[in-house]
């Protein structure tokens, strides 16, 4: 009796395993066994995704409508990392742009900046954008990620970035997609899910990804942004980073007739870390970035300012979500507002 149901439990852990590996790496056939809190028109919050607590858990409407357009026929474009991508609750920036401009908005897609690890230069090489009339291009940045990419600039490597052996190889052998489908799948979720709800609630334990979590109100940070903003940055890292914006705005403007204009998004930290944490003292990135880039002539959007400006005289409504790293609908349209701002002076 005992070896029989042995056996039974061993066909049932390699049938669950084939389950598993098959759903993870066929995505058309694993999306149909994803957990039914993963939706394409509601979203709890990326934090929460990361981390499963009820606690923070929201239930923010998805918006998706269609971005047209094309870069050749746009005199505004729009390149940066899920901020530009964002809707949650509202449309995206892109689409609301062209709504208050009536002029032409094209969003570089947000999967094709991330391959170009936002470098706007390769990407308009590669798409053979012609040198025409004079555009402006608004490339966004979130401020955990400002020095990496722009200290890259210059030694990006498309080649090497999109190399088919190597995408195929990570493809393979690389188990994240599996991972998650073990985690995300149905039948398992639920227990995953109670184990993560229960180690919060009695030992306090949360994901390592969350870099800070308070109760009242409930909020989330994200821990890449928090170290970001508690690590020290020195003047020479700053000073290296705007000569590379410099050089990217004067290689954008030579080769294709585009005007850069910078946007760093701020960390939520940097806007909500004094509210759980009454000793942390923001060390001023952002604004030392921009007071470079000003000495340089390149323009910016300030978001930071206009987010510290906000709160400093009201404050009634979040700019950032509880349990998600991006802005709100009302967050998105201060931002809105700037850009405006600079398109008519």
């Known amino acids: 009796m005992i070896k029989r149901l042995f056996i039974v439990f061993a066909l049932l852990c390699v049938l669950y395993s084939a389950f598993v590996l098959v759903g993870g790496k066929f995505k058309p056939v694993g999306r149909y066994f994803l957990n039914s809190e993963i939706s394409d028109s509601v979203s709890g919050g990326d934090l929460y995704t990361l981390c499963l607590v009820e606690t923070y858990r929201d ?33 995206v920036l892109a689409n609301q742009l062209a709504d208050s401009t009536g002029i032409g908005v094209f969003e570089i897609p ?16 590669q798409a053979g954008l012609p040198k025409g009339e004079r555009r402006i291009l608004i490339l966004e940045t979130v401020e955990r990620n400002v020095l990496d990419f722009a200290l890259c600039y ?36 639920p227990v995953y899910k109670g184990i993560l709800n229960a ?49 990217l705005s004067q290689e954008l403007d030579a080769q294709f007739n585009i005007e850069l204009v910078y946007l760093i998004m701020p960390n939520k930290y940097s806007i909500y870390g004094k509210d759980i944490d009454p000793d942390y003292v923001y060390d001023g990135f952002i604004p030392a970035v921009q007071e470079r880039l000003a000495a340089r002539g390149i323009p910016y959007i300030d978001a930071y300012g206009a987010y510290q400006a906000y709160r400093s ?12 790293t991006h802005f709100t609908p009302f967050g998105k349209q201060v931002v809105l507002n700037e850009i405006l701002r600079y398109l008519r002076p």
């Open 313 to 324: 005289k009201d404050d009634g409504q979040l700019l950032y979500y509880h349990s998600d």
């Open 110 to 125: 947000e999967l094709a900046a991330s391959n170009f690890q936002m470098n706007p230069l390769p990407y308009f090489q």
């Open 154 to 189: 210059q030694t990006f490597s498309a080649a090497e970035r999109f190399r088919t052996l190597k995408d195929l190889r990570r493809k393979i052998f690389f188990n994240d997609d599996v991972d998650y489908f073990f985690r995300e799948n149905r039948f398992f979720f």
């Open 59 to 91: 239930s923010i409407p998805l918006i998706r409508e269609e971005r047209a357009g094309t870069a050749q026929a746009s005199t505004l474009l729009l390149m940066g990392d899920s901020f530009m991508a964002c809707n949650l609750a509202s449309d």
């Open 199 to 247: 180690r919060f609630h009695i030992w306090g334990e949360i994901n390592a990804q969350i870099g800070r979590h308070a109760l009242d109100p409930p909020m989330l940070f994200f821990a890449d942004a928090v170290n970001f903003n508690l690590r020290p940055k020195s003047a020479a890292e700053l000073d290296a980073m705007a000569e590379m914006i410099a050089w």
